[in-house]
């Protein structure tokens, strides 16, 4: 079982930044991957960032690159921050953070979301 816990989300003016952090409650489970997505009001749920536990290289959409970075906390590997900074209009949107236990299979662990709203 393995629980999600989003927070940090708020309504920023464009180009400011703002970090999110994801905490995880893994009752003795071993997460493999972490990963960040989002889901604008009228759109699909888009991939964000990705990071692998123990692992220093991470993965970003094209729409965030150079902007926002994944990071984890290295003692506990069981929380993880998104900062995001130069915020466009177009990162309006919930936040959601994801876990992946088996290397081979898919991000079947989900929170709650958190509502990130730029303000032009």
């Known amino acids: 079982q393995v629980i999600l816990t989003e927070s940090g989300g708020r309504l920023v003016q464009a180009g ?4 999110l952090t994801c ?3 893994n009752y003795g489970s071993t997460i493999y991957r972490m990963g960040w997505f989002r889901r604008a009001p009228g759109k699909e749920r888009e991939f964000v960032a990705a990071i692998i536990r123990n692992r220093a290289n991470a993965e970003y959409a094209n729409s965030v690159k150079g902007r926002f970075t994944i990071s984890r ?3 506990t590997q069981n929380t993880i921050f998104l900062q ?3 915020l466009k209009s177009d990162d309006t ?7 992946m236990l088996d290397p081979f299979g898919s991000f079947g662990y989900w929170g709650q ?4 709203t ?3």
Do not use: F
């Open 16 to 19: 400011e930044s703002l970090r």
């Open 23 to 25: 905490e995880t409650s």
């Open 73 to 75: 906390d290295d003692a």
């Open 84 to 86: 995001m900074n130069s």
């Open 93 to 99: 949107a919930v936040y959601y953070c994801a876990a």
């Open 113 to 116: 979301g958190t509502q990130v």
């Open 118 to 120: 730029v303000s032009s």
